[in-house]
């Protein structure tokens, strides 16, 4: 019996072949390297287009609504940090203005220290990152967002009731505005002209010190109601405001007593008869 090799011994017309089909497999695949048909290449470009057309419509609304966009940040932040504090310490300091944000950089005396076993105590800054200025500010606006003259109606940031509000440490807002003189805009030479009334919502750099800044006019950022956060019976919403675009404040005209016509629910008080920015925590 002839045995026969299982080598495989390929004729010199199947090496031939072979020969051929790699060459002309190899020219498809340079070929199909090459590049993009036309076609592709306009289809391609009109992806690219409406791609290009989406985004710069995207970039135009930011850029009109940046000032927006970076308040609401702030004021997340800023509610975040209140809960954070709430949370620590169990309870929130009494303020003599919603303007007074100290208590998120330094510890308030009534604050105890941050005990690790307890886990409890003030264990700030809740706000790193953020740089804080002393504001001057009105005293006829309460904690709680009402007049200290009507508790009934909503109070003014600007309005001196009994007497002005110094060094309060507080954190501006991202638009530009002039300090006020009873609610009137005045420049910076306007309140620093000698016999002229003192000017409100002034930003500093240092406690007491009479140099304004020049280059900043933001309005303070107010923490309105935080006491309603340990208080469930309390008729008020924790709420970060902000006095929007125009620097005015414009609170809904509230009235804080239920039996009252004009009373302001929870949703009335998370919103604003102008252009105010609220963020309401709870």
Known sequence: MKLVDKKYRSSPIDRFSKSVRNDVFSKAVLSSQKGFTLLEMLVVAAILLVVAGGVVTSFRDVGSDAADQATRYQMQQLGEAVEAYYKDNGTLPVRETPADLGFLFIKPASAA?????????????????????????????????????????????????????????????????????????????????????????????????DSTLINHFGRPYLAIDLEAMADSSSLGVPRIVSFGSNGIYEPNNCNYDPSEPDYCTSDELCNSSGDDIVLCLR
């Open 113 to 209: 220290v941050w005990s690790v076993d307890y886990r409890r105590g003030w264990r700030g800054p809740y706000l790193n990152g953020h740089k804080y200025l002393y504001l001057d500010i009105g005293d006829d606006l309460t904690s709680d967002g009402s007049s200290i003259s009507d508790p009934a109606n909503p109070g003014e940031p600007f309005v001196i009731d009994g007497a002005e509000i110094p060094s309060v440490i507080g954190i501006a807002d991202p638009y530009d505005h002039y300090p006020v003189d009873d609610g009137q805009s005045r420049s910076v030479s306007g309140c620093s002209t000698p016999g002229a009334n003192d000017c409100l919502l002034e930003w500093r750099k240092i406690s007491g010190d």
